[in-house]
């Protein structure tokens, strides 16, 4: 996961939450699996530029969310999925509205039209 770690300073999402989505969408993705360790706050804080007391929030966020355990004087490794909570129609129209809000930030910091990204989760939705 090393060569993955990257921030976008001026995407107007905070830098931690950056760390905790990279990691989120690492262990979705397989990259991270339960049991393997993340890098030490010295050494990512080192690694991206950043303050340490925001790695350190963004483990301890990972850690709340279920993601993270922390072993002390060993590290931070993954976790064994939890389960996915349930959410009422309410918390999901919020949490899609955070999400799009989200990836259109991403997005535009990048350049990529809207357009582009539509048509993309259109192909997608098609293959699940």
Known sequence: MD?????????GIPVYKQIIHQVQAAITAGRLK???????IRA???????????????????????HLSAEHGSGCFVSA??????????????KVDELSARFAAEARSHG???????????QRKSHV
């Open 34 to 40: 339960p049991g393997d360790q993340l890098p030490t």
């Open 112 to 122: 990529i039209p809207l357009e582009q990204i539509i048509q993309q989760l259109n």
């Open 81 to 94: 999925a939890p389960a996915a909570p349930k959410m009422s129609a309410r918390e999901t129209r919020a």
């Open 44 to 66: 990512l804080h080192e690694q991206l530029n950043v303050n340490p007391n925001t790695v350190a929030k963004a483990y301890r966020e990972l850690q709340h969310l279920g």
């Open 3 to 11: 060569e993955a770690w990257h921030i976008e300073f001026h995407s």
